[in-house]
RNA sequence: UCCAGAGUAGCUCAAUGGUAGAGCAUGCGACUGUUAAUCGCAGGGUUGAAGGUUCGAGUCCUUCCUCUGGAGCCA
């Protein structure tokens, strides 16, 4: 049985048989002859206390040579506990050891406390830690409770490809896929390389967002959304850049800006709603050992409805404290991208509460992004949540073929390279809009942790694939 | 990519230019049911790499590598 099921007495009592199947956290032992071992199997933020009596035939043998990391079996009866960190634990008839650990002394992580950046370079055993267990099991629940709202609000999950051929996604560097062999590289007669000859007979990427092939299936399906693995060739090194990271898109047809943004704020509010709900166990760790504040901030955030504010109201508020003596290490200016220092500011000491940022200019805005009647400014929005700042990015899509040509070429693209997103607007086109959302980010907001590395299982970034 | 900091025992860190240490982990021992157990003993080092200065370099200089934090790009 599970050690969830177990601690929770579901499914048994005290006085059953039970038969348990995990990995010891800790050994210890007292006088001659009796041993605790902490199992723990994965289901639950809490280990098993077994307790081994000397009397069992491998006691001496086997038993006291139990080391952190080792693989065991335990059978034996069910039994309240006279110590004081559980209520019940496992009075063991019989022990097997299953996989020893062979050096205990160069074992990676003996249960002593671990920097972060120690723990990643033993990504394949991290997991065996209370972080990093706690967090794959946090990070089950937020995928999970993503596929329910959206399933439960008639949104179908769509698996846009992860090669793609359109070299005009337009977020960023991309990582080339190719079969052609890189020592031997077919010419083109100019000397170029001849994609023509490589497995797709063109150049191919992986994608970097699913929006424009997510858009196609909403302007038939009308509430869609992909979560998958996206990919940037960024050379980012900080807390919150992933060379291969998960991202939400979901796509809204019929749909204004102002739709999007009350999608994204009951989506939010929604999945941490069932992560406080489901995983109370490892979330109680996270405000313990990692971040004190983080449950205060997830229940006042189920909570808070979120600000709106245009992006040149927000503009007026920040010249008005810069005027007032406040001192950023950016101006501010109507027309510039909002700094880090800015967001930061609007968010957690301004509102104190998240804010949907809406109505920025289109000069720094994406080509997609619907224009305005002003003719300054695109439908786009972020949202800023306290703590770290830009979590969403969206817009209300644009839809007139016109104009959508017209900011084409603005942006000296090419038109051809997007024929069949430019269909879309040809062939029934409505007004739509939608988000991305980066499911790291939205891990660290939940927790508290710092690093991005440390919320994916094996992380990818730059100089790092180590596993 | 830019700025700053760091790299010494398995891990976390000390060490004024002059004999490389501690805590934790690990092993052994002690301890009447432990909970980050406690106490004692022991083993454990090419100080990131290559050059240079010096009687002498973990320490100073140069170059490079790696990591961390911040910025930019963004999610």
């Not at 110590?83 to 074992?107: N, W």
């Not at 807390?239 to 019929?254: G, K, N, T, V, Y």
């Not at 306290?386 to 817009?395: A, D, F, H």
């Not at 070429?409 to 739509?432: C, F, I, Q, S």
């Amino acid at each position: 049985m599970s050690v969830a099921d177990l601690l929770a007495l579901e499914g048994v009592a005290v006085g059953d048989k039970v038969r348990l199947q995990g990995w010891v956290r800790t050994r210890r032992d007292s006088k001659a002859g009796l041993s605790f071992v902490q199992v723990h199997d994965g289901s639950c933020f809490d280990p098993a206390q077994v307790v081994a009596p000397g009397e069992l035939e491998n006691y001496t043998d086997a038993v006291v040579h139990l080391t952190t990391g080792c693989s065991m079996i335990a059978e034996g009866t069910v039994v309240a506990s006279e110590g004081k960190g559980q209520s019940v634990e496992v009075l063991a008839s019989r022990i097997e050891p299953v996989g020893m650990v062979e050096d205990p002394d160069t074992y990676p992580v003996p249960a002593k406390r671990h920097t972060f950046e120690y723990l990643r370079e033993q990504a394949h055993l991290r997991v065996r830690t209370n972080s990093f267990s706690a967090m794959a099991r946090v990070r089950h629940c937020l995928a999970n409770a993503v596929h329910r709202y959206f399933h439960e609000h008639g949104f179908y999950w769509v698996h846009t490809p992860i090669i793609t051929g359109s070299d005009c996604e337009g977020a960023g560097e991309m990582f080339r896929v190719s079969a052609l062999d890189l020592e031997n590289l077919p010419r083109t007669e100019s000397g170029g390389i001849d994609y023509s000859q490589d497995f797709f007979g063109k150049e191919t990427n992986l994608t970097v967002s699913g929006q424009l092939n997510v858009e196609s299936y909403c302007l038939a399906l009308s509430k869609v959304y992909t979560f998958g693995p996206t990919f940037r060739a960024e050379n980012s090194n900080t807390s919150r850049h992933l060379a291969e990271f998960w991202m939400i898109e979901p796509e809204i047809a019929f749909a204004d800006l102002a739709a999007d943004a009350d999608l994204a704020e009951d989506f939010l509010k929604s999945i941490f709603r069932t992560l406080l709900n489901e995983r109370a166990d490892d979330m109680e760790f996270f405000q313990k050992r990692i971040d004190k504040t983080c449950l205060e901030r997830l229940e006042k955030f189920v909570d808070a409805s979120f600000e709106r504010m245009d992006y040149t109201e927000a503009i007026a508020r920040l010249e008005k404290v810069v005027a007032d003596g406040h001192k950023f290490e950016f101006p501010v200016k109507w027309g510039m991208d909002l700094q880090s220092e800015h967001e930061r500011w609007l968010t957690e000491e301004h509102i104190g509460r998240p804010v949907v940022l809406m109505n920025y200019p289109k000069d720094i805005k994406a080509f997609y992004m619907r224009m305005n009647d002003d003719g300054k400014t695109v439908a786009a929005m972020d949202v800023l949540v306290p703590g770290i700042g830009e979590i969403i990015g969206g817009s209300q899509r644009e839809e007139r073929l016109d104009v959508l040509d017209a900011r084409l070429e603005e942006m000296n693209l090419d038109k051809a390279d997007y024929w069949w997103y430019r269909d879309l607007r040809k062939y029934g086109t409505v007004p739509h809009a939608g988000f991305g959302l980066g499911f790291e980010r939205t891990l660290i907001y939940a927790t508290g942790m710092a690093n991005v590395r440390d919320v994916i299982p094996f992380p990818r970034t730059p100089r790092s694939a180590a596993f």
